[in-house]
């Protein structure tokens, strides 16, 4: 079982800036960030390797995300610049099962509201 706790949520104005921490229990674990609208469904957001080399993103984040991992705490991190009021919602921090190697441990999520 793996614990997750993220934090870092706000209120930004639209262009602005938040750095989003994801605390685990455990190490060793693919991490990735969605996200969740009202009245949507949960989107894949950018996502990293268990050792930290390899990252992904949707293409409507790149160039102004950035996930990172600091493997000494177990930590990982989104930072968020130039956010759009559409970018508004909650944010969950996932691991993945070393097992089935998807996404099976969800945080709580963090709120994130952008205003325009």
């Known amino acids: 079982q793996v614990q997750l706790v993220e934090s870092g949520g706000g209120l930004v104005q639209t262009g602005g800036s938040l750095r989003l921490s994801c605390a685990a229990s455990a190490s060793g674990r693919t991490m990735g960030w969605f996200r969740q609208a009202p009245a949507k469904e949960r989107e894949f957001v950018a996502e990293?390797?268990?050792?930290?080399?390899?990252?992904y993103y949707v293409d409507s984040v790149k160039g102004r995300f950035t996930i990172s991992r600091d493997k000494a705490t177990n930590t990982v991190y989104l930072q968020m610049n130039r956010l759009k009021p559409e970018e508004a919602a909650v944010y969950f921090c996932?691991?993945?099962?070393?097992?089935?190697?998807?996404?099976?441990?969800w945080g709580q999520g963090t709120q994130v509201t952008v205003s325009s």
């Open positions: 990293i390797s268990s050792s930290g080399g390899s990252t």
């Open positions: 996932a691991a993945k099962s070393k097992v089935s190697l998807n996404y099976a441990y």
